[in-house]
């Protein structure tokens, strides 16, 4: 049956009425108060589904002097990745009655300063950032005291509360994958060999030093965007530069990824046969394309839930020592490197 467009909205009244309390008292138990008895929150939350009641949270935040909306900042929401994160974020907001506003800085260093400074077009509870040029001096020079999370592999120094995956250890468990497949000439896709502060390509040199490989600087490939596109540059100059191609391929993000394959089978390599390749993120399209794609996949529940968390404990606590702290991460093996069971052997 459905419900009648023209019939008044319930009110705290009729719940009121029927639970046989006091409007404080239903007041108590939507707002999750914990001085109200168990019975009597059961009867109330009765009359509320009896009658449809639901609360106006616009009224319910500005009594508690709140917004009730945040903002999550990401770069480009097109990237399929923070798509995806923003629908979480979403999610989790929604169960805290919190309103989510998304807003794009196009990877500007100018555009990320200017979320710092809390330039909204109205009043937020809170921000959530997802950073490609920010510094720790930056976030200390912000004059905005809206709750504030970081998210991203950069190192903020615990200037503020920062949530992400061991970028390292993600990075590592990536190239460690290829190595157990039986490569032994890897190549990086997007970064330099001469960054010594870039967490996945610390990674990279990690496990191909505990493996007793040697680190190529001319198969570490720099890129100037997280584009399908620098993805397939970057490797169409490798392939031309050197004499013998890679065995294996990491790439720093998923985009970068498919358009390394692309590369590879324009110059006639099978992938996984011939370049085994694994990207970072776990986008949909990963799951879609030929090779399916084997990747890093960050667990954007866990980010959007911890983020969320810490922006309730700075509203609540106010003045508080920064956190950082890091979620879980799995390798997620599909089709482009799935194809060696020992070196130089083909499994059956």
Same mark, same amino acid.
């Given at each position: 049956?459905?419900?009648?467009?023209?019939?008044?909205?319930?009110?705290?009244?009729?719940?009121?009425?029927?639970?046989?309390?006091?409007?404080?008292?239903?007041? #108590?138990?939507?707002?999750?108060?914990?001085?109200?008895?168990?019975?009597?929150?059961?009867?109330?939350?009765?009359?509320? @589904?009896?009658?449809?009641?639901?609360?106006? /949270?616009?009224?319910?935040? /500005?009594?508690?002097?709140?917004?009730?909306?945040?903002?999550?900042?990401?770069?480009?929401?097109?990237?399929?990745?923070?798509?995806? /994160?923003?629908?979480?974020?979403?999610?989790?907001?929604?169960?805290?009655?919190?309103?989510?506003?998304?807003?794009?800085?196009?990877?500007?260093?100018? %555009?990320?300063?200017?979320?710092?400074?809390?330039?909204?077009?109205?009043?937020?509870?809170?921000?959530?950032?997802?950073?490609?040029?920010?510094?720790?001096?930056?976030?200390?020079?912000?004059?905005?005291?809206?709750?504030?999370?970081?998210?991203?592999? *950069?190192?903020?120094?615990?200037?503020? @509360?920062?949530?992400?995956?061991? #970028?390292?250890?993600?990075?590592?468990?990536?190239?460690?994958?290829?190595?157990?497949?039986?490569?032994?000439?890897?190549?990086?896709?997007?970064?330099?060999? =001469?960054?010594?502060?870039?967490?996945?390509? =610390?990674?990279?040199? *990690?496990?191909?030093?505990?493996?007793?490989?040697?680190?190529?600087?001319?198969?570490?490939?720099?890129?100037?965007?997280?584009?399908?596109?620098?993805?397939?540059?970057?490797?169409?100059?490798?392939?031309?530069?050197?004499?013998?191609?890679?065995?294996?391929?990491?790439?720093?993000?998923?985009?970068?990824?498919?358009?390394?394959?692309?590369?590879?089978?324009?110059?006639?390599?099978?992938?996984? =046969?011939?370049?085994?390749?694994?990207?970072?993120?776990?986008?949909?399209? %990963?799951?879609?394309?030929?090779?399916?794609?084997?990747?890093?996949?960050?667990?954007?529940?866990?980010?959007?839930?911890?983020?969320?968390?810490?922006?309730?404990?700075?509203?609540?606590?106010?003045?508080?020592?920064?956190?950082?702290?890091?979620?879980?991460?799995?390798?997620?093996?599909?089709?482009?490197?799935?194809?060696?069971?020992?070196?130089?052997?083909?499994?059956?």
């Amino acid at each position: 049956m459905t419900a009648d467009p023209k019939a008044p909205r319930p009110r705290l009244t009729d719940v009121a009425e029927i639970a046989g309390v006091s409007m404080k008292t239903v007041s #108590n138990v939507i707002n999750g108060y914990v001085h109200v008895t168990e019975a009597t929150r059961q009867r109330v939350q009765a009359a509320i @589904d009896e009658v449809g009641y639901r609360p106006n /949270l616009s009224a319910r935040n /500005l009594a508690r002097g709140r917004a009730g909306v945040i903002a999550l900042v990401v770069p480009r929401l097109e990237m399929p990745y923070f798509a995806s /994160l923003a629908g979480r974020v979403i999610e989790k907001a929604e169960a805290r009655g919190w309103f989510v506003l998304i807003h794009e800085t196009g990877g500007e260093l100018a %555009a990320e300063r200017a979320a710092l400074e809390g330039h909204f077009p109205q009043r937020i509870d809170g921000l959530i950032v997802s950073a490609q040029h920010l510094t720790p001096d930056d976030v200390r020079a912000r004059t905005d005291g809206t709750p504030l999370v970081l998210l991203g592999e *950069q190192d903020y120094r615990h200037v503020a @509360d920062h949530v992400a995956i061991d #970028n390292v250890a993600a990075s590592r468990a990536a190239v460690e994958h290829l190595i157990a497949q039986g490569c032994r000439r890897i190549a990086m896709v997007g970064a330099r060999p =001469e960054a010594l502060d870039d967490p996945r390509a =610390e990674g990279y040199r *990690q496990a191909l030093i505990a493996a007793g490989l040697p680190i190529d600087g001319m198969l570490m490939r720099p890129i100037h965007g997280n584009l399908g596109e620098e993805g397939e540059r970057a490797t169409q100059r490798l392939l031309a530069e050197i004499t013998h191609p890679p065995d294996g391929l990491f790439a720093v993000t998923d985009w970068v990824a498919l358009g390394a394959i692309r590369a590879l089978q324009l110059a006639g390599l099978r992938v996984p =046969e011939d370049v085994a390749v694994v990207g970072f993120d776990d986008i949909p399209y %990963a799951r879609a394309v030929t090779p399916s794609l084997t990747t890093i996949a960050p667990d954007r529940s866990a980010i959007a839930e911890l983020a969320l968390r810490m922006l309730e404990a700075q509203s609540a606590s106010g003045e508080a020592e920064p956190m950082d702290e890091s979620v879980p991460f799995e390798l997620v093996v599909r089709e482009s490197s799935a194809r060696r069971a020992s070196p130089g052997r083909p499994s059956a």
